[in-house]
């Protein structure tokens, strides 16, 4: 039998201020078992394959790797799809500190100080909480503009997505890392 292991990405090794506090170490000690034990690894970006080639070597380890991209289900077309009453953007993904949900909902607090709630395009937030991140929490639980330009979704069935991104003038995406980057790919 070989052993073959999808990497996803190498965030807590790059980027260990945006994963829990425990997992920069236990990825490491992962990966390592991983690159010592498997025969190949899959990687699902070139980006990803790079990143982690860095780390393997940092610890005198190497691995025969290829990348297979993913593949993401077509979200089905919704049926009459007409320029939403009022525009607005959606931001979809986890809340969760790399999202860097902080950068839009700032962005939107200054269009509530600054215009009147009509004038103001709405946004979207599609995605379950995650953890580390009380500062956005405590924004999306007592912000004025929460429910009068900013709304919190969470999850949506496809169907519901499809619709929510049909109308949107654009996905918004300031995240400050990413694996793959499902949000667009959803998307498109």
């Given at each position: 039998?070989?052993?073959?292991?999808?990497?996803?990405?190498?965030?807590?090794?790059?980027?260990?201020?945006?994963?829990?506090?425990?997992?920069?170490?236990?990825?490491?000690?992962?990966?390592?078992?991983?690159?010592?034990?498997?025969?190949?690894?899959?990687?699902?970006?070139?980006?990803?394959?790079?990143?982690?080639?860095a780390?393997?070597?940092?610890?005198?380890?190497?691995?025969?790797?290829?990348?297979a991209?993913?593949?993401?289900?077509?979200?089905?077309?919704?049926?009459?799809?007409?320029?939403?009453?009022?525009?607005?953007?959606?931001?979809?993904g986890?809340?969760?500190?790399?999202?860097?949900?902080?950068?839009?909902?700032?962005?939107?607090?200054?269009?509530?100080?600054?215009?009147?709630?009509?004038?103001?395009?709405h946004?979207?937030i599609?995605?379950?909480?995650?953890?580390?991140?009380?500062?956005?929490?405590?924004?999306?639980?007592?912000?004025?503009?929460?429910?009068?330009?900013?709304?919190?979704?969470?999850?949506?069935?496809?169907?519901?997505?499809?619709?929510?991104?049909?109308?949107?003038?654009?996905?918004?995406?300031?995240?400050?890392?990413?694996?793959?980057?499902?949000?667009?790919?959803?998307?498109?």
């Amino acid at each position: 039998a070989r052993i073959a292991v999808l990497i996803h990405d190498v965030i807590p090794l790059d980027y260990p201020e945006f994963s829990r506090p425990e997992a920069p170490v236990r990825f490491e000690r992962l990966l390592k078992g991983v690159a010592r034990e498997a025969d190949l690894l899959i990687y699902n970006s070139a980006d990803t394959a790079r990143r982690t080639a860095a780390w393997l070597s940092k610890w005198n380890l190497s691995m025969p790797g290829v990348t297979a991209l993913l593949g993401v289900d077509p979200l089905s077309a919704p049926d009459a799809v007409r320029p939403a009453d009022h525009p607005y953007f959606v931001v979809l993904g986890t809340i969760e500190p790399r999202k860097n949900h902080l950068l839009l909902l700032s962005i939107w607090r200054q269009f509530w100080e600054a215009d009147a709630p009509e004038q103001t395009p709405h946004l979207h937030i599609i995605g379950r909480r995650g953890w580390e991140n009380e500062m956005v929490l405590d924004v999306l639980d007592r912000a004025p503009f929460m429910g009068q330009t900013v709304f919190e979704h969470g999850y949506l069935s496809d169907e519901a997505m499809a619709a929510k991104l049909a109308g949107a003038r654009a996905l918004l995406f300031p995240s400050f890392a990413e694996g793959f980057g499902y949000p667009h790919a959803a998307a498109l």
